[in-house]
């Protein structure tokens, strides 16, 4: 099943538990890694970037204890391709056994034991490609799912032909198209149609208005109190709604909005990238390449080059 060919398993680089954690940082999120016992080894990791989309493929080879805050601008998505894990998300705890998996929608804290027969695919979800508005904490599903393969097959394809990995480094509209692929054959699964039917509850009033005017003034400078003011309620308020309805505070809806109209200005191409931070309200040259990588997986530039190749 999906990526559990012995060539692919085999060409993952070994590494003891603790090497893992910056690499997982680096493909998923902050990971703290602790065996459970006496860890026996090798621990495998082998991981790739397309676009919005992180995959890392771990094999621990011991009974592991995982610790992993979500970015509140990612998705997390992982299941287990064999062995079994238990996952509490937030407080709920998942039974995860072979073939099966879960979404967590960003903001969530995951604590995970694995079998020492474990081995997992864990994906990066940037923002763009889901909408934190409307899934539910977490959704569960079964990779086995007929009309979930394409998705799957696709990783296999990508972890299997590295040549197509390196292809994509020398012309990025390659990876780019390769994103889009992804993202149709996600959406187009009943899992996905499943979760979008998951909505959270309608904004309230306030939250509403602070939308609006955000969406209005994102690139004047304006600040909490301004958005709290166009709300009508005071700051204490509009921060625990925004929280209940949207999982994020005012002002990280506000950054978002910001993003991604800097995204679309350079996406459409013949602009800079410092006439797209400025033009989106940011003052801050390198806060905004920093921001938006976290938020979109690359930095600026690479999205003005791949518009510029299409």
């Given at each position: ?5 012995s ?8 590494y ?22 006496r ?14 989309f ?9 009974s ?12 997390l998505?992982m ?42 695919l ?11 508005n409307?899934y ?47 993202a ?9 149609q ?8 309608a904004?309230s ?11 209005t ?8 109190t ?5 709300a009508?309620?005071n ?15 005012p ?27 400025f033009?989106?309200?940011f ?18 530039s690479?999205t003005l ?6």
């Amino acid at each position: 099943m999906l990526v559990l060919d012995s060539q692919i398993l085999s060409y993952l680089p070994s590494y003891r538990p603790q090497e893992t954690e910056p690499l997982l940082a680096q493909l998923l999120t902050d990971t703290k890694v602790l065996p459970i016992g006496r860890w026996r080894g090798p621990a495998r990791l082998g991981g790739l970037r397309i676009g919005g989309f992180s995959f890392a493929l771990i094999e621990f080879g011991s009974s592991m204890e995982v610790e992993a805050a979500v970015h509140s601008d990612h998705f997390l998505m992982m299941c287990c391709l064999r062995g079994s894990a238990r996952v509490d998300v937030d407080g709920k705890c998942i039974s995860v056994a072979t073939g099966k998996g879960f979404l967590a929608r960003p903001s969530r804290y995951i604590n995970a034991s694995f079998s020492d027969d474990c081995v997992r695919l864990a994906v990066r979800i940037d923002p763009h490609l889901l909408s934190p508005n409307v899934y539910p904490a977490y959704e569960t599903f079964a990779a086995a799912d007929e009309q979930l393969r394409p998705w799957f097959e696709t990783i296999r394809f990508l972890f299997s032909t590295p040549s197509f990995i390196a292809a994509g480094a020398r012309d990025p509209a390659l990876l780019g198209c390769t994103e889009g692929v992804l993202a149709r054959l996600l959406h187009s699964s009943p899992f996905y149609q499943a979760i979008t039917r998951a909505r959270s509850p309608a904004a309230s009033r306030d939250v509403c208005r602070a939308e609006i005017f955000v969406r209005t003034y994102a690139s004047s400078n304006i600040s909490l109190t301004d958005i709290a003011a166009a709300a009508g309620v005071n700051i204490r308020t509009l921060q625990i709604n925004f929280m209940r309805y949207r999982n994020m505070t005012p002002m990280q809806y506000l950054r978002n909005i910001r993003l991604d109209h800097a995204r679309d200005l350079l996406l459409a191409g013949n602009v800079q990238v410092a006439d797209a931070a400025f033009e989106s309200g940011f003052s801050h040259e390198g806060r905004f390449a920093s921001r938006y990588r976290a938020r979109f997986g690359e930095v600026p530039s690479v999205t003005l080059k791949r518009a510029a190749a299409s």
